[in-house]
């Protein structure tokens, strides 16, 4: 009788034993998951971040070219006003009556 319950307490802790390697398997396996899901979300935070920052750069360029291209579309403007002014002065002094 003795025997046979020590041969049932033994299975039992054989089984107890398995449940618990599967368990500590799955542990594993979840926290391997985890750990990769969070090292890739680490990753795209880092590349986010690079994007962001040359998201930035790119838009002070912009803003840089937009002030360059109002200096010069100023410039040029001026500089079709004062050579309108030059060709009237050149028209006024080649013939002045034709003017009014």
Same mark, same amino acid.
């Given at each position: ?21 599967? =368990?500590c398997q799955t542990v594993k396996s979840e926290h391997s998951d985890k750990? /990769?899901? &969070?090292?890739?979300? @680490?990753? !795209? ?16 360029? =912009? ?11 100023? /410039?040029? &403007?001026?500089?079709? @006003?004062? !050579? ?17």
């Open positions: 009788m003795q025997l046979d319950a020590m041969k049932k307490l033994e299975t039992r802790v054989a089984e107890l034993c398995r449940e618990n390697e599967l =368990l750990c /990769k899901a &969070l090292d890739d979300l @680490t990753k !795209e935070q880092t590349r986010h971040e690079q994007i962001r920052v040359q998201l930035n750069a790119t838009q002070a360029d =912009l803003r840089f070219y937009e002030s360059t291209l109002e200096d010069v579309k100023h /410039k040029l &403007l001026s500089g079709q @006003t004062r !050579e309108s002014e030059l060709i009237r002065e050149q028209v006024k002094r080649a013939s002045p009556c034709c003017l009014s």
